[in-house]
């Protein structure tokens, strides 16, 4: 509903200017299910999306690539702001050294490659940059998994044993 779409963006905002990485983590989280249902109430928040990519802390990088996936589903390669999202997304994958912002970029970009060629160059490289165990199971076939949580967001990552 409309209201509970309101509450998101307001909670959502909120957190984004907290000092917790966190929180801004979680409010991150939390734009991917506005921008699942209506990205265009997402899209006025891109100026702000764009000043946390040096934030830092690997959470936010991850949640940020979830919510620029999200966007990039609904974004057709033409749309003016669809190059603003594309860029974030580079800029996030190259300036990250973590394997979980990597692995969780690769994983949640894969299906928008196709339909956006501006992020090809940037998703090779997070995958060469991959360890052989990290490779492997990011391409593995998908089968029964269990998950854990991933922070305090609403990812879930795939125990590997």
């Not at 984004?16 to 921008?35: E, K, T």
């Not at 050294?97 to 969780?104: A, D, T």
Request: hydrophobic letters at 45%.
């Amino acid at each position: 509903s409309e209201d509970l779409l309101d509450l998101y963006i307001y909670y959502a905002l909120t957190g984004l200017g907290q000092q917790s990485a966190s929180l801004r983590a979680s409010a991150l989280s939390m734009l991917v299910l506005v921008a699942e249902t209506s990205h265009l109430l997402v899209m006025p928040m891109l100026d702000k999306l764009e000043a946390m990519k040096d934030d830092g802390w690997w959470e936010v990088g991850a949640q940020l690539l979830r919510v620029c996936a999200a966007l990039l589903r609904l974004l057709s390669p033409q749309d003016e702001q669809c190059n603003r999202v594309c860029t974030l997304v580079c800029e996030v994958i190259e300036s990250t050294h973590s394997p979980l912002v990597q692995k969780i970029g690769i994983s949640c970009l894969a299906p928008v490659l196709q339909s956006h060629a501006a992020i090809k160059d940037a998703y090779t490289e997070a995958l060469k940059a991959l360890n052989e165990r990290d490779f492997s199971a990011v391409m593995a076939s998908p089968k029964e998994q269990r998950y854990q949580a991933l922070g305090n967001s609403l990812a879930h990552m795939p125990i590997l044993s």
